[in-house]
Every structure is written in C-alpha cells, then in structure tokens.
T-cell receptor, first 114, second 115 residues
Framework: GAVVSQHPSRVICKSGTSVKIECRSLDFQATTMFWYRQFPKKSLMLMATSNEGSKATYEQGVEKDKFLINHASLTLSTLTVTSAHPEDSSFYIC??????????FGSGTRLTVV | AQTVTQSQPEMSVQEAETVTLSCTYDTSESDYYLFWYKQPPSRQMILVIRQEAYKQQNATENRFSVNFQKAAKSFSLKISDSQLGDAAMYFCAYRATGANSKLTFGKGITLSVRP
C-alpha cells in the first residue's frame, strides 16, 4: 500500500531558529500533499495544500512567511517553521493521496520549541 | 462549505461489546467520499473504512461497518466485538470528488475500551 514517510519524528529547537520537516511518498507520486497541525486531543487543522511545482495554498489564518512549504518533486514536500517560538510547539502531520481511496498520512512530527 | 460534526467527545465500551460512533455532515454535493480514521496513542492516522456516496450499500471491513444515511447526512461507525486495541481517537472525514480535494475532519471522539 501507499506509504508516506515523515521526518523527523521529534525535534526540539531553540526559540528563534528554523526547523524543516520532510514528507516523502515512498511508492507513489503525489502531486498534492497536505500539512496539518494537531493539538493534544484535538482534531487535525489543515494548514496548507502543497502543490508540486507551484506555490502552496494556505488556509485562512496561517502565516505563509512563517510556515514555508516547498514541493519541489513529485515525492517530496517540506515544511519549514521559521523563527520558531514556543507557541509553534505542536504535532505536525503530512498526508498525500494516491487515488480517491483516501489519504495516507505520515507518522507526524512533534515539535518542541524551548 | 462542508462541515463534519462529531458531537460526542468521549465514549466507552466493554471489551467484546459493540459500540456506535456518530457523525453527521453537511454538503450540497451529491457525490463525495466519507471516511473514518483511527488515531491510536502513537498518533499515526489509520484509515478504518470509507464510503462512496453514490453507493447505497454500507461499507464493511471485518469488525467495522458503517450506517450511511445519505438523506439524513449521517455516517456512523459500528465497531463489533470491541478489542483493547480499538482504544483510540476516531475521526470522521469528508472529501469532495475532485482530484486532490482536501479532507474535512470532525472534532473526533475518544474511545476507551474497558477490559
């Protein structure tokens, strides 16, 4: 089945630094990937839709300059949290679709900003 | 805009018993997809079951089945013979039929299983 690999699984960074999270579709090509943020015991909040070869589409209220998304190939999308602050600490999840069957999710990244 | 509502934040079931998780949605589309995803403590999102709106037959996957009521815009998940490993958060989700359409999630429900 479709597999989406997400790295790192956990990252701790200092306030003011940037962190990059990678999302790879391992056995299929994904023209579109999605990035979510999730707080404990809460639902997934869509941040942006990542499109291969073009600019990402951000949801309302999500700062595009803070959450930089790059989708340079059909198998890789990256989310960079720039100038991270403690309030950016969260669980970030990516997903990609191989067909109308549904979306395959990465295993998530727990970001802690200290 | 499409919305998905899961009004029960928590439920509990005795091991080996049956439990039903509720979900309603709102859309003006006639064709779409509905999903139930499971998120265990590992936080990996796992697809449990999906339903195409044009199919009248309710989807079934082993111990998991849905009751899809299109006119009522209801999509409940029934878990039979509940197991300890079923304990997780469950999310109902909607997706339009367009290519690469986004998923709209409900708030989720936390299911606990009593041994």
């Amino acid at each position: 089945g479709a597999v989406v690999s997400q790295h790192p699984s956990r990252v701790i960074c200092k306030s003011g630094t940037s962190v990059k999270i990678e999302c790879r579709s391992l056995d299929f090509q994904a023209t579109t990937m999605f990035w979510y943020r999730q707080f404990p015991k809460k639902s997934l909040m869509l941040m942006a839709t990542s499109n291969e070869g073009s600019k990402a589409t951000y949801e309302q209220g999500v700062e595009k300059d803070k959450f930089l998304i790059n989708h340079a190939s059909l198998t890789l999308s990256t989310l960079t949290v720039t100038s991270a602050h403690p309030e950016d600490s969260s669980f970030y999840i990516c997903s990609a679709s191989q067909s109308s069957y549904g979306y395959t999710f990465g295993s998530g990244t727990r970001l802690t900003v200290v | 805009a499409q919305t998905v509502t899961q009004s029960q934040p928590e439920m509990s079931v005795q091991e080996a018993e049956t439990v039903t998780l509720s979900c309603t949605y709102d859309t003006s589309e006639s064709d779409y997809y509905l999903f139930w995803y499971k998120q265990p403590p590992s936080r990996q999102m796992i697809l449990v079951i999906r339903q195409e709106a044009y199919k009248q037959q309710n989807a079934t996957e082993n111990r998991f089945s849905v009751n899809f009521q299109k006119a009522a815009k209801s999509f409940s998940l029934k878990i039979s013979d509940s197991q300890l490993g079923d304990a997780a958060m469950y999310f109902c989700a909607y997706r339009a039929t367009g290519a690469n359409s986004k998923l709209t999630f409900g708030k989720g429900i936390t299911l606990s299983v009593r041994p």
